[in-house]
């Protein structure tokens, strides 16, 4: 099986996506400058993306990790979000930068949001590598930084998966009608 | 004048949902804590010579921290451009009123986003 024989076609190539996280760790390494910010990324989607711009950022950031059970997920059984893996780092005080990797709905940030915002943050603002506004619900989010903005398509690679596949795609692609809609 | 419903988190019961896409919709927004309220207020769209309503838009869901009204439609297309006419006079006369739709395909790729698209989904006729 070969991963890339299930795309319909390529969206961002592995160039165009270091290109545009070069572009955003400058403009966060201009606006944070004199700081020392807190970058938190989700896991296991934006893993990729946290790696890149974490390191194309030129100012002493500190990085964590949260992960949280998906609606639809066999283990999300208790009908409410649950965390699964909470941060290593208080941020009480500090300058925190959500990073994402795709925007969707705005219900998996805005939960994110609710739950650090809770801890005092100095500053909280989100940077998402990809931003799909056609099914947006909570449109009130602090995106500050954006990659891409995307059409209503499923699409899979660079951390982005489909039934916890594809995330090693250097690029991001379109998934085949019938591979998102094929039987489990 | 509103006419409310059902509240999300707020009471015990659940309200009786008119399609199956609507409490599932109600089940996702409960998941990620996000309060909601349905069918909360109907907008007068038309009046007769008396000043009755004879048409009017009941918004499936309102989302109160966020000042949201959502319309679910699973409709076939021939009735969703009956109702984007509804949105549209609704928009004329409510300029302050946020409303978002979600169609039928939109719908249907939120399932698949989650993993709960079943291979032959029954359009709800909303």
Same mark, same amino acid.
């Given at each position: ?16 996506i270091q ?8 403009q966060?390494?201009r ?11 989700v896991l ?5 993306f ?20 998906s ?7 208790t ?6 893996k ?7 005080g500090?300058h ?12 998996t ?23 799909k506004?056609?099914r ?5 989010l ?11 398509e499923?699409?899979v ?15 991001i ?12 | ?5 059902g509240q ?7 309200p ?6 609507e ?13 909601w309220?349905?069918?909360? %207020?109907?907008?007068p #769209?038309?009046? @007769?010579?008396?000043g009755?309503?004879v048409?009017?838009f009941?918004?499936d869901?309102? !989302? ?24 549209? %006079?609704?928009?004329? #006369?409510?300029? @302050?009123?946020r ?6 395909r939109?719908?249907?790729?939120? !399932?698949?986003k989650y993993?709960?698209a079943?291979?032959?989904?029954r359009?709800?006729?909303?």
């Amino acid at each position: 099986m070969v991963l890339a024989d299930d795309i319909a076609r390529v969206l961002f190539t592995e160039a165009q996506i270091q290109g545009r996280i070069r572009a955003l760790a400058a403009q966060i390494s201009r606006d944070y400058a004199g700081t020392a910010p807190l970058l938190v990324s989700v896991l296991k989607g934006a893993l990729y993306f946290m790696a890149d711009l974490s390191r194309a950022i030129t100012l002493p950031i500190t990085i964590d990790f949260m992960a949280i059970t998906s609606y639809g997920d066999e283990t999300a059984s208790t009908g409410a979000v649950r965390l699964i893996k909470d941060l290593d780092e208080k941020i009480t005080g500090r300058h925190v930068l959500l990073v994402e990797d795709i925007i969707d709905t705005g219900l998996t940030a805005d939960y994110l949001l609710r739950t650090l915002r809770a801890r005092d943050p100095t500053s909280l603002n989100i940077c998402t590598l990809l931003d799909k506004t056609a099914r947006r619900i909570v449109d009130t989010l602090p995106i500050q930084y954006r990659g891409f903005e995307i059409p209503d398509e499923f699409v899979v690679g660079y951390g982005l998966d489909h039934r916890q596949l594809y995330r090693n795609l250097p690029f991001i692609g379109v998934l085949k009608s019938e591979v998102v809609s094929a039987p489990r | 004048m509103a006419d409310r419903k059902g509240q999300g988190d707020a009471v015990p019961t659940r309200p009786r949902f008119a399609h199956q896409s609507e409490a599932e919709f109600a089940r996702l927004l409960d998941f990620y804590g996000i309060r909601w309220e349905y069918e909360p %207020r109907s907008f007068p #769209l038309q009046w @007769d010579d008396h000043g009755r309503a004879v048409e009017s838009f009941n918004p499936d869901f309102y !989302l109160p921290e966020i000042d949201l009204y959502i319309e679910l439609t699973t409709l076939k297309q021939n009735l969703v451009t009956k109702k984007n006419r509804k949105l549209r %006079r609704l928009r004329e #006369l409510y300029p @302050d009123i946020r409303v978002k739709i979600f169609y039928g395909r939109d719908y249907r790729s939120l !399932l698949l986003k989650y993993g709960l698209a079943k291979p032959a989904v029954r359009s709800p006729s909303v």
